[in-house]
């Protein structure tokens, strides 16, 4: 049987445009991200809620709304999409959640996953089974780089160990996660970060998390800064978008503010975008 899909948008932010493309000059990313006067690009937190036999997983949860005071300035949050919003528009309650896939740890994917609950932090999902693997949680946890510690904040993390409901996956390429989900790993961005590819209406669409953060991400050299390991990162991204083309996927987006999917053609400048459009066109 068919996986079903659901867009769950929760809310936009913005970040600096120069980080987020690394070497690449303004002059050139800001054709497909424009800048605000204070250089910053807008991208959303879209996430993905998958239907696949009796599970209901959620691919990510925004960043919530715990944010402390003095860091919810940077990240601009705006828009009305929020992820309880979201689920409820499609009929769904977090109380439904079976399952929630964290593509990696960073605030703007797993801020949603914990929420405030009676003067302490608890997980937002209380029936979900929540999902990382061995290497990327030690990396958040254990010793966190002094460049990457910032997006690993113990509030949205530790509580779901200490709930007793993390399990971890095994990093075994391509591992099957549910009968139309199958999980892929790369290191560039961090380290043991997640793509899950699905089947859906005879398609592969994968969830490219922060791999392509927008359709501006395409080219092999626009590599934000946030990336831990550039080159290894550069070279994930040849990879799969020669896989991807090969295999007519669609590509699916978490930050890009406009373009929620995408196939792929060869030009003669690269790999780029062919069609555009959105997942309910699929």
């Not at 391509?174 to 790993?185: A, D, E, I, T």
Request: glycine fraction near 6%; charge should be negative.
């Amino acid at each position: 049987m068919d996986s079903k899909l659901f867009t769950i948008n929760t809310g936009l932010f913005k970040l600096d445009g120069g980080a987020m493309f690394g070497v690449v000059p303004k002059a050139i990313w800001s054709r497909s991200n424009p800048a605000d006067e204070d250089n910053l690009c807008t991208l959303a937190m879209r996430c993905l809620l998958v239907q696949d036999g009796d599970r209901l997983i959620l691919i990510d949860t925004g960043i919530g709304t715990k944010l402390h005071a003095k860091v919810l300035p940077y990240y601009h949050l705006h828009g009305n999409d929020t992820l309880n919003d979201s689920l409820a528009a499609h009929g769904f309650h977090p109380d439904d959640i079976t399952d929630i896939f964290l593509t990696h740890l960073h605030v703007d994917h797993v801020g949603g996953a914990v929420i405030h609950q009676n003067d302490g932090l608890k997980p937002a999902f209380k029936n979900a089974t929540y999902w990382s693997n061995q290497e990327h949680w030690d990396w958040a946890t254990v010793n966190p780089n002094d460049r990457e510690k910032a997006s690993f904040l113990k509030e949205n993390i530790m509580p779901l160990q200490e709930s007793g409901k993390l399990q971890f996956l095994a990093i075994e390429e391509g591992l099957q996660f549910s009968p139309n989900m199958h999980v892929h790993f790369v290191s560039g961005h961090t380290r043991g970060m997640m793509l899950p590819v699905l089947q859906y209406k005879g398609r592969k669409i994968m969830f490219v998390a922060d791999l392509f953060p927008t359709t501006g991400h395409l080219p092999i050299a626009y590599v934000a800064s946030y990336d831990m390991f550039p080159l290894q990162a550069m070279n994930e991204k040849r990879q799969w978008l020669q896989k991807a083309m090969k295999e007519d996927y669609i590509l699916y987006f978490e930050h890009d503010a406009i373009n929620e999917c995408c196939t792929l053609q060869q030009t003669d400048k690269g790999i780029r975008a062919k069609d555009v459009f959105q997942l309910t066109d699929v």
